[in-house]
């Protein structure tokens, strides 16, 4: 087995490990972020649920402009006749 750990390891062992325990420390913290964000502790301003309704506002309201344009087109091509 330490034949093994040694051969994947190309001998760094302590160097394998402390790699290994940064990204788990840093796993741990992000999923204590998330659980923040999830349980409501950490509140961030771009999650909050008034972002989204003024941009659905936003987008209602150059979809409305650009069925304006469309009908703007349409009658100016009745009145050429084409």
Partial sequence: MEDLVDSLTRGNVSQVQTVL?????????????????????????????????????ELREREERMEERLEEREERREERGD
């Avoid at 325990?21 to 349980?39: H, K, P, R, T």
């Avoid at 950490?42 to 659905?56: C, E, T």
């Fill in 21 to 57: 325990a940064s990204v788990v420390a840093v796993l741990s913290a992000y999923q204590v972020f998330l659980m923040a964000v999830g349980f409501g502790k950490l509140q961030l301003p771009f999650l909050k649920s008034n972002a989204a309704s003024l941009d659905s506002t």
